[in-house]
Each structure stands twice: as structure tokens, then as C-alpha cells.
T-cell receptor, first 115, second 111 residues
């Protein structure tokens, strides 16, 4: 068990560029979540997958954001036409359904800075 | 009104002090309650969870839920500098479909 892995750890981009983050969950976990966290705030839910199906998407999520989880393994989160307000830490987490409370195991995050 | 409200702090106490961290929530249907701990530049990790009302103790940590007042607390006894972190209350929204987090309380334990 190598834990949840996220890449890149830090991305600096110019406004208007597209960025993509990758998350590799714990191998046996069937659920995968994306959260966004800004300074001084708790993680804000963006979307989640069960296997390859995207089951829920936050109403706050702009159309510029898209997430995929092909084959129910790794996931990507793409942000198109980045804005300065997109600067945040993007956290990925995974869990296994049927395990008690559905504890989330988080990666260390991908920090996005939009200049 | 946010579904989960948490005093952001920061909170600074001397080593050995008892720490009390608190959250309130709005939805009386919530059943599970969690506390996550997040060290600087790391992802959150589950510290404790409780179901319904009552207390749960784990070493120096005690989680308390009062459903009548929609109030959850985390107590840390004999606090240590290694407890310095941000503490997030968290509630599964429904059937563990997503977990919503409070804004976090940043705690610093002074040696």
C-alpha cells in the first residue's frame, strides 16, 4: 500500500492556460474524490467517482473543470482557461465502500498557482 | 448558513494544556461525525469518528457529539507540540457519498 499519489505536486501557470492533475488512488479503493482547499479553509468537495462512473459533481464546479477516471483506476482533473481564482491546493482522496464510515485517504495534494 | 461551521482560530496553548475544538452543523439527519488532522503541506488524515451522540475516547483524544444542539467537540488532553496542526471536523453527507468539512482550526502547542 503506497498511499494516494498526486502529480504534479506544484504547478505554476499563466492565466488562460490549461492544466491537468493526476491522482493514483490506493489500489483496492473503488471511490475517488477530488477536493479543493484554499488557505485557511477546509477541503471543498468537487466531485467523486465510484469505479469509472462520476456520481456527483459540485454545483460550484465551473464548466472549465472536468474529471475522468478511465477504467476505474487513476483519475485526472483538468482545468481549462485557468483564472487566478483557481489558485488552490487540489486534493485527491480514495476510499473503499462498505468499510465503516468510508474514511477518506488523502494524497498530499497538487498546488496550483495561476499568475 | 454553512452546513458545518468551525471556529478557524488560530489557537495557541502551552504544552500540557487541555484543548477544546468545536463545530456546529445544521442538518439533524447527520449521523456520523469525524475529526481529521492536517499537518502543514500534507493531506488530512482521519483522527477519530463517532456515531450519533455521546463520547468516544482514544488515548489523549476524546470526541463528543451532542445531537440535540448539533454540536461536536474534540478534546486533547496533555497536549504535545506534535499535536500542532489544523483540525477539521467532517461529516459524511449521505451514505458516505461525500464528506463535507469545516473550515479547520489551526492549533499550535507551545513547548
Amino acid at each position: 500500500d503506497t498511499g494516494v499519489s498526486q502529480n504534479p505536486r506544484h504547478k505554476i501557470t499563466k492565466r488562460g492556460q490549461n492544466v491537468t492533475f493526476r491522482c493514483d488512488p490506493i489500489s483496492e479503493h473503488n471511490r475517488l474524490y477530488w477536493y479543493r482547499q484554499t488557505l485557511g479553509q477546509g477541503p471543498e468537495f468537487l466531485t467523486y467517482f465510484q469505479n469509472e462512473a462520476q456520481l456527483e459533481k459540485s454545483r460550484l464546479l465551473s464548466d472549465r473543470f472536468s474529471a475522468e477516471r478511465p477504467k476505474g483506476s487513476f483519475s485526472t482533473l483538468e482545468i481549462q482557461r485557468t483564472e487566478q481564482g483557481d489558485s488552490a491546493m487540489y486534493l485527491c482522496a480514495s476510499s473503499l465502500t462498505g468499510r465503516g464510515t468510508g474514511e477518506l485517504f488523502f494524497g498530499e495534494g497538487s498546488r496550483l498557482t495561476v499568475l | 448558513q454553512k452546513e458545518v461551521e468551525q471556529d478557524p482560530g488560530p489557537l495557541s496553548v502551552p504544552e500540557g494544556a487541555i484543548v477544546s475544538l468545536n463545530c456546529t452543523y445544521s442538518n439533524s439527519a447527520f449521523q456520523y461525525f469525524m475529526w481529521y488532522r492536517q499537518y502543514s503541506r500534507k493531506g488530512p488524515e482521519l483522527l477519530m469518528y463517532t456515531y450519533s451522540s455521546g463520547n468516544k475516547e482514544d488515548g489523549r483524544f476524546t470526541a463528543q457529539v451532542d445531537k440535540s444542539s448539533k454540536y461536536i467537540s474534540l478534546f486533547i488532553r496533555d497536549s504535545q507540540p506534535s499535536d500542532s496542526a489544523t483540525y477539521l471536523c467532517a461529516i459524511p453527507y449521505s451514505s458516505a457519498s461525500k464528506i463535507i468539512f469545516g473550515s479547520g482550526t489551526r492549533l499550535s502547542i507551545r513547548p
